[in-house]
């Protein structure tokens, strides 16, 4: 990739972070609820399962996996019922701004990004993107290892920018939320945000 066509990609990959999608609506919904740090590693099992999609477009697995439409329909069913599920949790929340700060502490890093890596995961159509506009920058038959460790790293950067982004913005929304009320209302825009999510992800599978 020439430098030109590196930056091209970098600008692409951030605006793609931050379009509403399955990803960027989870997101949003824990940073309302717990906080941007909640997101890190949210965020980062999300940006894992990207990459993961974005290496099998350049090694030639796309058309591979066109022929089990049908298994990735299945995982974007199942990730559409976990969401909502996530979705019931965050409309049932606590409404003490103190419970909800220490909402998600008792959840290990590795399970938010377990979370993250398996709602991107669940979302197959990142592939599709990936193969729609990879083409545009790089050479896909002509690939070396060097190009696809690039393309990696900035997909990392680009997209965690973004994701990060938005997470901080939503955590400062949230700051000014105090009462009870309003709590009450965040634990409900958040759950819907999340019903949102699951129901990008079921209509994508039909």
Same mark, same amino acid.
């Given at each position: 990739?020439?430098?030109?066509?590196?930056?091209?990609?970098?600008?692409?990959?951030?605006?793609?972070?931050?379009?509403?999608?399955?990803?960027?609506?989870?997101?949003?919904?824990?940073?309302?609820?717990?906080?941007?740090?909640?997101?890190?590693?949210?965020?980062?099992?999300?940006?894992?399962?990207?990459? &993961?999609?974005?290496?099998? *477009?350049? !090694?030639?697995?796309? +058309?591979?996996?066109?022929?089990?439409?049908? $298994?990735? =329909?299945? #995982?974007?069913?199942?990730?559409?019922?976990?969401?909502?599920?996530?979705?019931?949790?965050?409309?049932?929340?606590?409404?003490?701004?103190?419970?909800?700060?220490?909402?998600?502490?008792?959840?290990?890093?590795?399970?938010?990004?377990?979370?993250?890596?398996?709602?991107? &995961?669940?979302?197959?159509? *990142?592939? !599709?993107?990936?193969? +729609?506009?990879?083409?545009?920058?790089?050479? $896909?038959? =002509?690939? #070396?290892?060097?190009?696809?460790?690039?393309?990696?790293?900035?997909?990392?950067?680009?997209?965690?920018?973004?994701?990060?982004?938005?997470?901080?913005?939503?955590?400062?929304?949230?700051?000014?939320?105090?009462?009870?009320?309003?709590?009450?209302?965040?634990?409900?825009?958040?759950?819907?945000?999340?019903?949102?999510?699951?129901?990008?992800?079921?209509?994508?599978?039909?």
């Amino acid at each position: 990739m020439t430098l030109s066509s590196s930056i091209s990609f970098f600008i692409v990959i951030f605006i793609f972070g931050i379009t509403p999608g399955p990803g960027v609506f989870a997101l949003l919904a824990r940073a309302l609820t717990s906080g941007a740090y909640a997101c890190l590693y949210l965020a980062i099992g999300m940006i894992v399962s990207d990459i &993961l999609y974005l290496v099998a *477009v350049c !090694l030639g697995l796309a +058309a591979l996996a066109s022929n089990w439409i049908y $298994l990735f =329909n299945i #995982i974007s069913m199942l990730g559409a019922v976990y969401l909502f599920y996530l979705g019931w949790k965050m409309w049932n929340g606590p409404l003490n701004i103190e419970l909800m700060s220490n909402n998600d502490t008792h959840k290990s890093d590795i399970n938010n990004f377990i979370q993250g890596f398996f709602i991107s &995961l669940s979302n197959p159509k *990142v592939m !599709l993107f990936y193969i +729609a506009f990879l083409p545009t920058f790089m050479d $896909l038959s =002509n690939l #070396i290892a060097e190009d696809i460790v690039l393309v990696s790293f900035l997909t990392f950067i680009g997209l965690f920018l973004g994701l990060m982004l938005i997470a901080v913005f939503a955590e400062r929304a949230r700051l000014l939320l105090k009462t009870e009320y309003s709590i009450k209302i965040l634990n409900k825009t958040a759950g819907s945000i999340m019903y949102l999510a699951a129901l990008y992800l079921a209509l994508s599978a039909l």
